[in-house]
Structure formats: C-alpha cells, structure tokens
C-alpha cells in the first residue's frame, strides 16, 4: 500500500509552488486559453480557405508567451517544468512510456500488413510532434495554465478537472475551422475522441506533478504522437 501511495505521490515542490498563485495569475491563465481558442480557430480558417499551414508558428507563439509571462511575473521557467532536479527520473520516465507505445503501435500495424513509412517523413514528424506538438501543449498546459489555475480554483480535484475540460475543449477551433463545420457538429461527430482527450490530460498530468517536470509528459506525449505515423498502409 505504501509503495502504490507513493506511486501517485505528487511532488512537495509542486503543491508549494501552484499554492502561492493569486488571482491575477489565474485570470492570466484563462487569458491565454481564450487566446490560444481565437488563434487556433482563425488558423483553421485560413488552412481551409488558403491551404496554408499556421500550426508552427502559433504554437512556438503561445511558447514564448508563457516564456514571457513566467519571467516577467518573476516566476521563472522553472516553474513551467524545466527544472534539473528529478530530471534525469523525468525523461526516462517518459522515454520509457513513450517507446512502450510505440512498440504497441508497430506490432498493431505490422499484423495488419502496413509498412514503414519515408525515412525522411519519420525524422521530420519526430521534432515536429516534439518541439511543434507535445512541448507546446505540455508547457502551455500542464506547466502555464493548469498550475496557475490554482490562483482561482484551491481544490486540486476540481482546478484538475477543470483544466482537463479545457484541454479537450482546445483541440476544438483549429479543426473546426479547417473542417468548415459548426460547434454542435464536430462535437456530435468527436465524442470518442474528447473522451481520450480528457484520459490523456489526467496522464500527462499525473507525469507532470509526478517530479514537477515538464520532461516525461513532453516525451510520452511526443513519442505517443510519433508511433501514430511510422506505419503507413
């Protein structure tokens, strides 16, 4: 018993950091995920209507602005994930999940007869689901938002939720608008996928308090996303 608690255990650094944000900082949070909502919803736009990819560069924006925002409140990237103690635990931690995965993946679709795909797609999609993808969601998320929401909401239970919600909620705008589809429609059509969306939130987020590291869910995630695309056919 006393193993499994301290499995789940959340790391002291953690809950003495998210404690000491106000409500300014929550208020900030939410700015960002309105935000990142409006940009995410225009991008979509304008990759359906001018068949132009914005993903990269809102994403590596939204990076620098939580960046910004921790250094300008004094309150430093170490507050975002990016600390070096427990981080050697951190990434293997997440190496390990994520290789996991895509080893399920890779005999998924081997017995289903697919093939390796481009060597060059392989390398590309890997830093683009790393840098693009996972760092982003992992940093703007779990490290930015989700910590800061405790200025507004004290009870761990519900701030987690709460983020969690609004997680699925930002997978919404971009693909609504590239898809050319209404609000009630791509949530009538996306049910299944808000479910994971909400389960892979709970995760990433128990990797992240885990060591107070943005490293494990950011490899888990990125790894995750990757072993989707090494198989084609």
């Known amino acids: 018993m006393n193993r499994l608690i301290k499995l789940f255990r959340t790391d002291r650094s953690y809950r003495e950091e998210v404690s000491k944000y106000g409500i300014s900082d929550g208020l900030l949070a939410l700015g960002v995920f309105a935000a990142l909502m409006v940009l995410y919803y225009f991008a979509g736009v304008y990759q359906a209507t001018k068949k132009i990819y914005l993903g990269v560069p809102v994403n590596l924006l939204f990076i620098a602005l939580c ?16 600390k070096r103690k427990q981080a050697a635990k951190s990434v293997l931690t997440g190496l390990a999940l994520g290789i996991l995965i895509v080893l399920v993946d890779a005999v998924v679709s081997l017995a289903h007869g697919s093939r390796l795909a481009p060597f060059g797609t392989i390398v590309w999609r890997f830093f683009y689901y790393l840098m693009i993808i996972a760092l982003m969601e992992e940093v703007v ?10 200025g507004l909401v004290r009870n761990n239970v519900a701030a987690t939720i709460l983020a969690a919600i609004m997680f699925v909620l930002m997978h919404i705008p ?30 990433f987020t128990y990797l992240f308090r885990k060591y107070n590291s943005v490293f494990a869910p ?4 990125a790894l995750m996303d990757w072993g989707n695309i090494l198989f084609i056919g």
């Open 67 to 82: 960046v910004f925002l921790a250094v300008i409140r004094k309150d430093g990237i170490r507050s975002l994930g990016f």
């Open 141 to 150: 998320f779990r490290g930015y938002i989700q910590s800061r929401l405790f």
């Open 174 to 203: 971009y693909q609504m608008g590239a898809a050319g589809v209404n609000w009630l429609t791509f949530c009538q059509n996306n049910g299944i996928w808000f479910v994971f969306l909400f389960m892979w939130h709970m995760v």
């Open 218 to 221: 950011t490899l888990m995630h």
